[in-house]
């Protein structure tokens, strides 16, 4: 027998003993039931998480909707911030006495 043979026949036979000793003394096997279990509840946790973000997908549709309406309710208050401005600087004494009265009289101070 040549230095080569000897050679390969000892690699040969250390890794048979190593696959034999893996297999042999390994603790669990490759698929067994409570892998099963887990995949199970993982699968009814990822149904679960699934109904949430749908859920969560027709809130955000339905906020989308009340931004798009106040973003048309924008130009509507400059407006009327803008006629405000101009009834205040066009407004002699007796105007902004009467004004700061009604603002007064809402508060209920007297």
Do not use: H
Request: hydrophobic share 40%; proline share 2%; aromatic share 12%.
């Amino acid at each position: 027998m040549s230095s080569r043979e000897f050679k390969l026949l000892i690699a040969f036979l250390s890794f048979t003993f190593c696959a034999m000793f893996f297999i042999m003394y390994k603790n669990e096997p490759f698929f067994n039931m409570n892998n099963s279990k887990a995949i199970y509840l993982m699968s009814k946790e990822n149904d679960s998480l699934k109904n949430e973000i749908s859920l969560e997908r027709i809130k955000i549709s339905e906020y989308q909707c009340k931004i798009d309406s106040l973003e048309d309710l924008k130009p509507q208050v400059i407006i009327k911030y803008v006629q405000k401005n101009k009834s205040i600087d066009n407004a002699n004494v007796n105007d902004l006495v009467n004004e700061y009265k009604g603002i007064f009289t809402k508060s209920n101070i007297k």
